[in-house]
């Protein structure tokens, strides 16, 4: 069992930023892939980012590409978010994901999840 805590999650701005964590307990942090993903009200769960194994890989959805990046830490068993320029239509419940098969773009590619933290920004 991998537990996920999230947090970083705010009311902020339009154009502010926003850093989230996601800190992990049990296994072994480092031998699973990394993601965010988001959900908004009445939205299906969407892919944000994601980092393999030694954070050497990344990856994201464009319409985060040179706002958002993500980053781990293996040595503090944490994940990170950096959010840039936020836009009201980032707002949503965002939740951090670890699985061991590749890096995926789809929630059923992880196994395990948080609870979420959430993000909401303002115009």
């Known amino acids: 069992q991998v537990q996920l805590v999230e947090s970083g999650g705010g009311l902020v701005q339009a154009g502010d930023s926003l850093r989230l964590s996601c800190t992990a307990s049990?296994?072994?942090?480092?031998?699973?892939?990394m993601a965010w993903f988001r959900q908004a009200p009445g939205k299906e769960r969407e892919f944000v980012a994601a980092i393999n194994r030694s954070g050497a890989f990344t990856t994201c959805v464009d319409s985060v590409k040179g706002r958002f990046t993500i980053s781990r830490d293996n040595a503090k068993n944490t994940v990170y978010l950096q959010m840039n320029t936020l836009k009201p239509e980032d707002t949503a419940l965002y939740y951090c994901?670890?699985?061991?098969?590749?890096?995926?773009?789809?929630?059923?590619?992880?196994?395990?999840w948080g609870q979420g933290t959430q993000v909401t920004v303002s115009s």
């Open positions: 049990g296994r072994t942090f480092r031998n699973y892939n």
């Open positions: 994901a670890a699985g061991s098969e590749g890096i995926a773009t789809m929630p059923g590619g992880y196994t395990y």
